[in-house]
Each structure stands twice: as structure tokens, then as C-alpha cells.
């Protein structure tokens, strides 16, 4: 059973801060897969979980968007 999936289903909260998806929000069991898991965050809650503004989430969200774009017209073309 991977980490995430057992500090959800006991509610523990993950300790192991060298995981890649270690993040400081004890809500979420300090894990980043658990928050996703909990449906839809808005631009604000996001930015709360790892301490940046909205402003730079949304940022990195059309940076991904472009880059998803960009692969999907080159694997069709």
C-alpha cells in the first residue's frame, strides 16, 4: 500500500518530510496526494497549502496548460 494511501485511510499524519509529496498541511495528512484527493481547492487554498500567493498559482496553472498544449499538437502533428 503506498504511504499516502495508508495516512488517509488510518488518518495518520505523515512524518517523512524528504517525500516528494511532503507538504506541511495537517488537514491533508501532510501530503500532497491526500489533498488532491479531497476534491476541488480553489486558487486560494492552494496557494495556503504551499505558502505562495494565488497569483503564482495561477501562473504555474497556464505554464502547465501551455506545455500540455504544446506536447499534445506535437504528438498530432
Known amino acids: 500500500m ?16 524528504d517525500c516528494r509529496y511532503w507538504l506541511d498541511n495537517k488537514e491533508n495528512q501532510n501530503c500532497c496526494i491526500n489533498a488532491a484527493d479531497n476534491g476541488p481547492k480553489t486558487l ?10 494565488r497569483m503564482r498559482v495561477c501562473q504555474i496553472e497556464k505554464s502547465i496548460i501551455k506545455k500540455i498544449k504544446k506536447r499534445v499538437h506535437e504528438t498530432l502533428f
Open 2 to 17: 503506498k504511504c499516502f494511501k495508508y495516512h488517509s485511510k488510518f488518518n495518520k499524519q505523515c512524518v517523512k518530510k
Open 44 to 53: 486560494q487554498q492552494i496557494g495556503e497549502m504551499f505558502g505562495i500567493t
